[in-house]
């Protein structure tokens, strides 16, 4: 979402290179350029222009020390400016209260039913009762789709399509809760095409008769500044905890992530990218901060690897590669687990660097499609011993997977060239420290 912004703040940060000193000329020309891409990204000019001119100050009130260029110095500045802007600190949701309440509201069409479903699922994940409650009484689609989320993640779904009364339904719902031991209750409301008294009678009637522990206001990060002034207006009618903002990894140009803190005055809690149910992240300011400049994310990248990685998967596997048997069964299990972490592209873009490495290049969740299609297309003596695929077994593999035998020559050697590092490893007493540098448990 980024990759623009990105991009001309590192040309920002160019026209300090080779400069000795901070100037009052260098820099003032450097934020005028970072505000420039501030404002090109849809970032409320007023905030744009307080942030730059606090870069500004802070830049001529230091002395550049030897080690460090006014162009590190300048980017270290930006990003603890972004950082603040964007709230600083990360905030954890309220879930107080027999049951905890959350309630979901914004404009139809935000994603306000999928993140319900998301937010189940991650609760769920932590060991946590959750119940997911229906109460979108005008649109029958709605209820549709959250009780096939609530299916697809195992989360018990409350509704009553014939029943009109939100306040009603919720009431009930919360009433079924405490019966079936349910601790967590999620509530989904309405959307609107746009902001209507109607649409506010009703999500304030909701928060005043369930008196949530958090109330939750989701927002669509494409609409970039209608966003913003969005979740002003539902602010000053609903007081609402939290920001949730959505399909970030949609072309959109970033600039609600980085000035709705600023404007409404509330924290952002959640990112939600894609269709997964697992496609949810707490929003944390330093770690966005650091992936606008271009300094990727490794924490999340780690935490992500925790979330996904069977642990006791990781320790079968660690002994395989240090008796040298590791097969291509291993080699499809860690494509799963790694396919389980999120989209491709992302997850390389928090390796520090690799975002700008990866700028015009596609990389998509299909990548790994045709290398999984050409193990599933060998027989189990051949995964578990490649070297028994001669030149017939590599045609009848290639014509099974949709692939050449180009390609299947290409991946055998990969796996070949792969194995000799992992044996050199384990001769040099190396292998254990490399399992744990890839286990994210360590063990």
């Keep these: 979402m980024f990759d623009n912004l ?7 940060f160019q026209t300090l290179k080779g400069q000795g000193t901070i100037t009052e000329v260098n820099v003032a ?57 964007m709230g600083g600190s990360n905030e954890e949701i309220d ?10 509201a914004g404009l139809q069409g935000s994603g306000k039913t999928t993140f319900s479903g998301k937010l189940a699922n991650y609760l769920k994940k932590q060991g946590k009762q959750v119940m997911l409650v229906a109460c979108d009484i005008y649109r029958p689609a709605a209820i549709n789709q959250l009780q096939v989320l609530g299916e697809q993640i ?22 079924f809760a405490r019966e079936s031991n349910k601790r967590i209750v999620i509530v989904d409301t309405a959307g609107r095409l746009a902001v209507d008294e109607e649409m506010m009678n009703e999500i304030a009637s909701l928060k005043e008769a369930l008196s949530p522990s958090e109330t939750l206001f989701v927002v669509d990060s494409m609409t970039g500044q209608d966003a913003v002034n969005t979740a002003k207006a539902f602010n000053e009618r609903l007081n609402f905890d939290g920001v949730v903002l959505t399909k970030l990894d949609g072309d959109s140009r970033g600039g609600a992530a980085i000035s709705i803190r600023r404007v409404v ?4 809690k959640f990112i939600s990218t894609g269709e997964k149910m697992d496609a949810i992240d707490k929003f944390y300011p330093d770690r966005m901060a650091n992936r606008i400049l ?42 799963e687990q790694i396919k389980k972490m999120g989209n491709i592209k992302d997850l390389l873009g928090m390796i520090p660097g690799m975002g700008k490495a990866l700028r015009n290049i596609d990389v998509d969740d299909d990548s790994f499609k045709p290398v999984e299609a050409i193990i599933r297309s060998m027989t189990t003596a051949e995964r578990e011993n490649p070297e028994i695929i001669n030149g017939s077994r590599r045609k009848r593999i290639a014509d099974g ?3 050449s035998v180009q390609e299947v020559n290409n991946l055998l050697k990969q796996f070949q060239d792969m194995k000799k590092v992992m044996k ?12 744990n540098a890839l286990n994210p448990f360590g063990n």
């Design 401 to 403: 997977s949709g692939t």
């Design 424 to 435: 050199t490893m384990n001769k040099m007493g190396g292998g254990k420290r490399a399992m």
């Design 265 to 268: 005055e509330k924290p952002i």
């Design 29 to 85: 020309t450097t934020v005028k350029e970072i505000r420039r891409a501030l404002i090109d990204a849809d970032v409320n000019f007023k905030v744009a222009k307080e942030v730059t001119d606090e870069i500004k100050e802070q830049a001529l009130g230091k002395n550049v020390l030897t080690a460090v260029s006014p162009g590190q110095l300048l980017t270290k500045i930006t990003n603890d400016e972004l950082t603040r802007l």
């Design 95 to 104: 879930l107080t209260g027999n049951p905890a309440v959350i309630l979901i």
């Design 294 to 335: 271009g300094m990727g994310d490794v924490v999340s990248l780690v935490e992500k690897a925790q979330q996904s990685f069977d642990e006791d998967e990781a320790r079968r596997l660690n002994k395989k590669i240090r008796k040298n048997q590791f097969d291509f069964n291993d080699f499809l299990s860690q494509l």
């Design 6 to 12: 990105s991009l001309k703040l590192e040309k920002a």
């Design 154 to 175: 195992g989360v018990e779904v409350f509704a009553e399509p014939e029943n009109k009364n939100a306040v009603d339904i919720a009431n009930k719902a919360i009433k």
